[in-house]
Each structure stands twice: as C-alpha cells, then as structure tokens.
C-alpha cells in the first residue's frame, strides 16, 4: 500500500473516476486531489490543494509529503511540453517517489500522432527525474470516437481502411488506480492500454450509430481535404492543433494505433470493455 497518493486531473474524466475508485476502495488509502481549481474537485476528500503544472513553486508546494502521483496528461496546448517538464520537476524536488503517467500508444519522437511526440518528450523528463515510473500508453478512447462526427453524423478524416485499437476511459481509470494501490508492483512498468479489437472508422460509426439511435458514417478524405476542411472550420485554431487532428485520422491510417494488447486483463484480471460496453448497448 502506498503513502499518500496524489491525483491530477481531478475534474476530467479519468482523474476523477480513479478518485472515485481509490475514495470507495475497502482499504484506508490517504489520497490528496490536485486541480487547477480546488472548487471543482470531487467532494470526497478533505485534502485537497491547488496545483498547476506550469507553476513550479506551488507544485512543489502541493506535492511534499505524496509518495505515489498520478499524472494525468495536461491540456492540449501549444507549450504543454514545458508544463510538464516542469511539473515533473517540480516533482521531483517535492520528493515524489513513483509517479504513474497517462501516456499515448505509440509514444515517440518520430510518431505519426502530432501529441504523442509530447508524451514521448514527458516520459525521456520522467526518466531523468529520479523517480520510480509506472506509464499507461493508452489508445484514443472509445467513447470519444463516435462524438468526432459532425451534426450531420458524418465522422470524416484521413483514416481509410485503417485500424484503432481504441480502450475504454474507465479501463484506464481502473488500470490507474490498481497500480496506485501497489505501485511498487508495477515500477519500471510501461502498460500499453487497448480496447479487445482494432476497428476501422467505419466500424465505428455503424456500431455506434447501432447503439445510440443515430445515422452515423465515416467518410475519408485526403490529408489535404482534412486540413482545408479544418482550416475552413476553424479559421482560428492554430497550426499545432490543427496538425494534432488531421494526425489523429492519419495515426488510425498508417496502423500507429490497431496493435491490441492484453494489458488491461493484465493488471484488472477481466478483459477490457467493448464499444457497445461503453456506449450503454
């Protein structure tokens, strides 16, 4: 059993639900929730702190005395590299023994995914930090996939015939808090977190749209039909976000994300959930 355990990522979707894992679990786990706003963490514990990733004092603040820290990747964003540089550092300095990161599958410097470049530069600064380190390199998530298509229900980008592996948010909220129960279990460990199959798009929208009522569809594009359709849609955004979604399609394309793996059944001792699973069919 770990000391106290830190969780980031409190308010979004997998931070919160290892919160709601690890505060209903049998045994007395002393947990601190770390959030950007404390106003919006789960009210089920006393100690909770502010912390930022890019605010290296009051990180550092946040974290002395947490043994075991779950990092839950930040915010996309165009310098998210240096916040979690220096998150990790702050870290590290803090005396933070073993940190457990949401990574991506694939993570590297070359990868055909824009964002799991970044995750790659993370894992080579927590590598360096000191620290005992446990990473779940997740898939894209399944219940997010089938809210890519537009309003007419088309789910349209570079992707082809090509196949994504992708896991279940509450697996990998599951996974995390397993390994935060016993982290020196799964020290110098690197999860790669997958769904049970590897479906094309269009797979997923015919068994989505199956599910929730809809009329949904994947419609490929040219990788250049993607960014000028992205450009047109989003004259603001700028040129790394847009990179990060046309990657996205051509990740799924190139086949960065269709490897399935039994990590999951691995660690959680049952297999991983299934689209249907996800979605409520």
Avoid: K, N
């Amino acid at each position: 059993m770990a000391g106290t355990i830190g969780i980031t990522g409190v308010t979004g979707a997998v931070g919160g639900e290892v919160v709601r894992l690890l505060a209903g679990a049998d045994m007395r786990l002393d947990l601190r929730l770390l959030a950007r706003d404390p106003a919006r963490a789960p009210a089920v514990d006393t100690d909770v702190r502010r912390c930022d990733y890019a605010d290296p004092a009051g990180a550092r603040e946040a974290l002395r005395g947490v043994e075991a820290l779950l990092m839950v990747s930040g915010s996309e964003s165009a310098d998210r590299r240096a916040q979690h540089r220096t998150f990790v550092a702050a870290a590290a300095e803090a005396g933070v023994q073993h940190v457990v990161y949401t990574s991506f599958q694939g993570a590297a410097p070359d990868a055909t995914f824009t964002l799991a470049r970044d995750h790659h530069d993370t894992e080579q600064a927590l590598a360096a930090s000191g620290m005992a380190v446990t990473l779940l390199r997740d898939s894209f998530y399944l219940d997010v996939l089938p809210y890519f298509a537009d309003s007419s229900g088309v789910l349209r980008g570079p992707a082809g015939t090509g196949r994504v592996a992708a896991v279940a948010r509450s697996d990998v909220a599951a996974v995390a808090a397993a390994v935060l129960r016993a982290p020196a279990e799964h020290a110098g460990r690197t999860y790669e977190l997958t769904g049970p199959e590897a479906l094309t798009l269009a797979e997923v929208a015919e068994r989505a749209g199956r599910v929730l009522g809809r009329d949904l569809v994947f419609a490929d594009e040219t990788e250049q039909e993607a960014w000028d359709s992205r450009r047109a849609a989003y004259p603001e955004a700028e040129e790394w976000q847009l990179a990060a979604w046309v990657s996205t399609y051509l990740a799924i394309r190139d086949g960065s994300c269709a490897r399935v793996t039994d990590d999951v059944e691995r660690v959680l001792g049952r297999a991983p959930l299934r689209l249907e699973d996800v979605l409520g069919g």
